[in-house]
Structure formats: structure tokens, C-alpha cells
């Protein structure tokens, strides 16, 4: 089985520079671009039978975008969910450092931000969800999980079975793209965070530097 691990387009929370986990804020119309042009690589290059998604605005219509140009199975999974990050969701991170800042030396990975999950919540909900696709979807070929970038990361992270208190994380830009296959009791992992897909799209002013 082959995993298309993608992550959605642009939403509103990156131009409000927000926190966003649990917040639910939709797709920028700039992100609804990032994802038709994503939906159109992908549906050149693999033949996915099966879309799960998170629920969230702005994976969601990531999803929707790129089931448009598949027109294959499409399935909500709420273990794809982003980060809960409890009182953050929303907050500026301005607001955010003053009102809750870190302990010092950082959050121990058992302890849950205030009204959230913790580093160790996530990563079993990452195992949770892994275990369950290979599990239930295995009569398919090639599998699309539409996410978020924190959840993916630990997604990787236990595909590769690292251990929890890994040091090693893996970026996600908009729409990027990882592929990993399971096959003969190997795990293969193809490329991580692939964006050809956005070369030659105009940026907006207001999001360059």
C-alpha cells in the first residue's frame, strides 16, 4: 500500500498569524489554488482509490478540491485532526507567550496544554490512525490522507518507529506531499514534501518577505 500524506492549502489563521490546531478556520482563495494544483499532480501521477481527511475547514477542502479531479471514495477521519491545542487554538502568539507561557525548560511530553492533549495524546493518535488504515484499508492500492503539518510529522514518526521522545520532525509547507508504501514487510519511504506542484504560481505581495 502506498499513503500520499498531504497537507492542506493555505487558510486564513497563516495571514492572521494566529495558532491554529484546533481553530477551524477555512481555506484562503490563494490555499483553494494550492489545492487544485496538488489535485491536478496527483491525479496525473497515481490513481488513488481512497481519500480520508481530517474534518477541519481547511483539510476538508483540500480534500474536496482533489476528490473533484478523482472522483474516488472520500472519507472524513476525525484521528486526522490537527494538534488539540487547547487554549492556544485562535490566540495571536503574542497573546499566546504572555497569557500561557512555556514552563521553563518546555512541557514535559505526558503533560496537556490547558485544555488540549499532550506530545504523547498526539503521537498515539498518530499510531491510532497508522495502525488503523493498514489495518482496514489494506485491500487498497493507494491511499491519500489529507492533514495537518503536526499530525503528519508523527504520522512519519511512527511509520518509522522512532521513539516517542524523538528529536526528528518533518515539515510540511502547503500541500506538500510525502509518500511512504508498506510492501513485503518493508517500509519505504519515497520522497518527503514534495511542492513541484506550486512552481510557477504567482505568490501574493502580501505574503513575501
Known amino acids: 500500500m502506498k499513503l500520499l500524506l498531504i497537507r492542506h492549502g493555505e487558510s486564513e489563521a497563516d495571514l492572521l498569524g494566529v495558532h491554529e490546531g484546533r481553530a477551524d478556520f477555512p481555506l484562503t482563495s490563494f490555499g483553494e489554488r494550492q489545492a487544485e494544483l496538488m489535485a491536478t499532480y496527483v491525479a496525473e501521477t497515481y490513481s488513488p482509490q481512497l481519500i480520508l481527511t481530517s474534518p477541519l475547514k481547511r483539510a476538508r477542502k483540500t480534500a474536496a478540491i482533489l476528490n473533484e479531479k478523482i ?64 489495518v482496514e484499508y489494506q485491500e487498497y492500492d493507494v491511499v491519500v490522507l489529507v492533514s ?44 518527503l514534501n514534495k511542492q513541484e506542484h506550486l512552481m510557477g504560481l504567482n505568490v501574493p505581495e502580501k505574503r513575501m518577505i
Open 148 to 191: 495537518h503539518g503536526g499530525l503528519l510529522s508523527h504520522l512519519l514518526n511512527s511509520f518509522l518507529r522512532q521513539p516517542i521522545n524523538t528529536e526528528f520532525i518533518y515539515p510540511t509547507g502547503d500541500t506538500g506531499i510525502h509518500l511512504i508504501e508498506t510492501k513485503n514487510e518493508k517500509r519505504i519511504v519515497w520522497f
Open 71 to 134: 472522483g474516488c471514495e472520500l472519507v472524513e477521519e476525525p484521528l486526522l485532526k490537527e494538534f488539540n491545542n487547547g487554549v492556544l487554538a485562535g490566540l495571536s502568539r503574542e497573546e499566546a507567550a504572555v497569557r500561557y507561557p512555556l514552563p521553563e525548560g518546555g512541557r514535559p511530553i505526558h503533560v496537556p496544554i490547558q485544555d488540549g492533549e499532550s506530545e504523547l495524546d498526539i503521537r498515539f493518535r498518530a499510531e491510532n490512525v497508522l495502525s488503523k488504515i493498514l
